[in-house]
Nanobody, 119 residues
Framework: QVQLVESGGGLVQAGGSLRLSCAASGSIFSINTMAWYRQAPGKERELVAA???????HYAHAAEGRFIISRDNAKNTLYLQMNSLQPEDTAMYFC?????????????WGQGTQVTVST
C-alpha cells in the first residue's frame, strides 16, 4: 500500500500563488506517472497536469503558462506551483500516483486539498 499526504491548499486572492505538495510513502516499488487532478462542485474531476518518471510533462489548457508540475524522485514527492490563480481555479485538488513495475500498476489517490480563489 502507498499512502499519499497532500498539503498546500488554502484561500488566496485572484492573481496570487499557491504550491501544492503530495508526499508518497509506504510500500513503493517504483513510481511512474504522477499527476494533479481537480474537481469543482458540480463538475467532473479533470486532469490539471501530469509528469512522467523521466520528467516529461503534460498540462491541461487551463494550466498552461500558469502552473508548473514537478517531482522529487528521491523524496517521492509531487509538487504543483500555481501562479496567477483565478476564481475558476477554485476546486479540490487531488494527486494521483501510479506505482508498479512492468508486471502491474496501482493507482493511488490523495485525500484532496481545497484551493479557493477569491475575487
Amino acid at each position: 500500500q502507498v499512502q499519499l499526504v497532500e498539503s498546500g491548499g488554502g484561500l488566496v486572492q485572484a492573481g496570487g500563488s499557491l504550491r501544492l505538495s503530495c508526499a508518497a510513502s509506504g510500500s513503493i516499488f517504483s513510481i511512474n506517472t504522477m499527476a494533479w487532478y481537480r474537481q469543482a462542485p458540480g463538475k467532473e474531476r479533470e486532469l490539471v497536469a501530469a509528469i512522467s518518471s523521466g520528467g516529461s510533462t503534460h498540462y491541461a489548457h487551463a494550466a498552461e503558462g500558469r502552473f508548473i508540475i514537478s517531482r522529487d524522485n528521491a523524496k517521492n514527492t509531487l509538487y504543483l506551483q500555481m501562479n496567477s490563480l483565478q476564481p475558476e481555479d477554485t476546486a479540490m485538488y487531488f494527486c494521483l500516483v501510479i506505482e508498479g513495475s512492468s508486471l502491474y500498476e496501482n493507482d493511488y489517490w490523495g485525500q484532496g486539498t481545497q484551493v479557493t480563489v477569491s475575487t
